[in-house]
């Protein structure tokens, strides 16, 4: 069975340090690898996702993240923080199959002036 | 731009009341979807809907139903409310494509059941 495992479910840094959101995975197949991000009393919109081409993958507003077969990894990066980054994070994993994703329990983003 | 609305942003009702809460999307997606996000639980699948009439149960259907007779629309129905199903309730869809596509979410509604 699929599952998804967020590291921390509230991460501080400061205003233009370095963001490093830490997701694993664990999939039978080869996974379809998402990031989404909500802003408070909004949906969920997706910053990024991996579907089997380039391994760096690049989303909006900065961010990045790298999947990582032999860690099953697909940690979200930024380089530098910024006020509006502050958001609750969620990363999501499906499988080749079905049009389920599995989403992880979140990881609440806070940026400290 | 895709576009899922939720009728309603805010809703109070009280045990024992049928709650529906509906969802439209724009984007003539085959998929949609019916979650539950409670704090640190994440996002729950309660059901899911690949085409009109058609409709499979997710992670925790107990206590809900879903219909959709239109391909642009999915409702959640709460057939008698308790005060454990007051929760943020999120609509999404996306295309019939095994996983790898998007899927694009409603604002939410936010439910209190009394």
């Known amino acids: 069975a699929q599952s998804v495992t967020q590291l921390g479910s509230h991460v501080s840094v400061s205003e233009g340090a370095l963001v490093l959101l830490r997701c694993n995975y664990s999939s039978s197949v080869p996974p379809y690898l998402f990031w989404y991000v909500q802003y408070p009393n909004q949906g969920l919109q997706l910053l990024l996702k991996?579907?089997?081409?380039?391994?760096l993958v690049k989303g909006i507003n900065g961010f990045e993240a790298e999947f990582k077969k032999s860690e099953t990894s697909f940690h979200l990066t930024k380089p530098s923080a910024h006020m509006s980054d502050a958001a609750e994070y969620f990363c999501?994993?499906?499988?080749?199959?079905?049009?389920?994703?599995?989403f992880g329990k979140g990881t609440r983003l806070h940026i400290l002036p | 731009d895709v576009k899922v609305t939720q009728s309603s942003r805010y809703l109070v009702k009280r045990t024992g009341e049928k709650v529906f809460l509906e969802c439209v999307q724009d984007?003539?997606?085959?998929?949609m979807f019916w979650y539950r996000q409670d704090p640190g639980l994440g996002l729950r699948l309660i059901y899911f809907?690949?085409?009109?009439?058609?409709?499979e149960k997710g992670d925790i259907p107990e206590g809900y139903s879903v219909s959709r007779e239109k391909k642009e629309r999915f409702s959640l129905i709460l057939e008698s409310a308790s005060t454990n199903q007051t929760s943020m309730y999120l609509c999404?869809?996306?295309?019939?494509?095994?996983?790898?596509?998007?899927?694009?979410f409603g604002p939410g509604t936010r439910l209190l059941v009394l």
């Open positions: 999501a994993v499906s499988d080749r199959g079905g049009d389920k994703i599995i």
């Open positions: 984007m003539d997606h085959e998929n």
């Open positions: 999404a869809s996306s295309p019939l494509d095994r996983g790898q596509e998007t899927q694009y």
């Open positions: 991996y579907t089997s081409a380039a391994t």
């Open positions: 809907s690949y085409d009109v009439k058609m409709k």
